[in-house]
């Protein structure tokens, strides 16, 4: 199985501030054959089910504020946001879709410092 | 707009059997792989099983294999998961999610169901 770690576990961020979560898969996710990386980005809210942010590792979903953004290839990737809003506060999961299982990362929860 | 409702959800003793269902609406149900994905109180994220659009091929995860089982109606637009020998291990919110690119099942999930509650408890 690929074991996705994300890291910090927690990161607490000012308002209009950058926010940078990092995921590194225990093997590599990018398909050789479409140069394609099998990785997703959800943010989830309290009480709510995960939303899709990014696809591809930096694809991002239609209706996702410009200031979300997913980067990396292979087996290390990073979700950043560019200028925290106060809405941002969540949960955040990485995913990999490359092979089955499909496994996620244990969250990275967000707050405002 | 696509919805994703989830039912059947409840208490159950270990050992038990639950089935639950997944009412779609808003696409073409029988083009998209669905899947369960779970999420144990206060934990992190965990897939469970998936079906192709044609409900031809299926994924478990090992912790579920054997003792749950994906199906799906296309005529009603509905996903299953039969779930049996439960264990306390398997309480969680359940969640229907749908395969973000048609005919993918290897796939990120753009869209997912509020989540129906199973708890599994003597």
């Known amino acids: ?59 991002r979903e239609f209706g996702v504020p410009d200031r979300f953004s ?39 929860k967000l707050e405002i410092k | 707009e696509v919805q994703l409702l989830e ?3 409840g208490l159950v003793q270990p050992g038990g059997s639950l089935r639950l269902s997944c009412a779609a609406s808003g696409f073409t149900f029988s083009s998209y792989a669905m899947s369960w994905v779970r999420q144990a109180p206060g934990k ?19 912790s579920v294999k054997g003792r749950f089982t994906i199906s799906r109606d296309n005529s009603k637009n509905t996903l299953y998961l039969q779930m049996n020998s439960l264990r306390a291990e398997d309480t969680a919110v359940y969640s229907c999610a749908k395969g973000g690119e048609m005919g993918a099942m290897l796939v990120y999930f753009d869209s997912w169901g509020q989540g129906t509650l199973v708890t599994v408890s003597s």
């Open chain 2, 7 to 9: 039912s059947g959800g």
């Open chain 2, 44 to 62: 992190g994220l965990e897939w469970v099983s998936t079906m192709s659009g044609s409900g031809g091929s299926t994924y478990y995860a090992d």
């Open chain 1, 1 to 59: 199985d690929i074991v996705m770690t994300q890291s910090p576990d927690s990161l607490a961020v000012s308002l209009g501030e950058r926010a940078t979560i990092n995921c590194k898969s225990s093997q590599s996710v990018l398909y050789s054959s479409n140069k394609k990386n099998y990785l997703a980005w959800y943010q989830q809210k309290p009480g709510q089910p995960p939303k899709l942010l990014i696809y591809w590792a930096s694809t």
């Open chain 1, 70 to 108: 997913g980067s990396g290839s292979g087996t290390d990737f990073t979700l950043t946001i560019s200028s925290l809003q106060a809405e941002d506060v969540a949960v955040y999961y990485c995913q990999q879709y490359y092979s089955t299982p499909q496994t996620f990362g244990q969250g990275t």
